[in-house]
């Protein structure tokens, strides 16, 4: 299994959240979204260079911020 972060992981494929690189301040905010590590997520699409990133969680779509997007490490 490969580690990347979340801002890399190519459309359309599936990860697993591996670790949160950032305070509990943003760990809790994703918790808070139903991210946490062992969640399996979609990418489905990002928004240019520094755009948005829109996940599935569940039966939940987000859309995180590039800057969070890439503190998320997700195994493919």
């Excluded at 489905?44 to 911020?65: D, E, F, T, Y």
């Amino acid at each position: 299994m490969k580690k990347i972060s979340l801002a890399c992981l190519k459309a359309g494929h599936k990860g697993k959240i591996s670790e949160v690189s950032g305070g509990r301040g943003i760990v809790n905010k994703l918790m808070n979204m139903g991210l946490y590590k062992g969640k399996e997520v979609i990418k489905i699409s990002h928004m240019g260079l520094k755009g948005p990133v829109v996940i599935k969680a569940g039966r939940s779509i987000l859309a995180l911020g590039h800057g969070i997007a890439v503190k998320i490490i997700v195994e493919e």
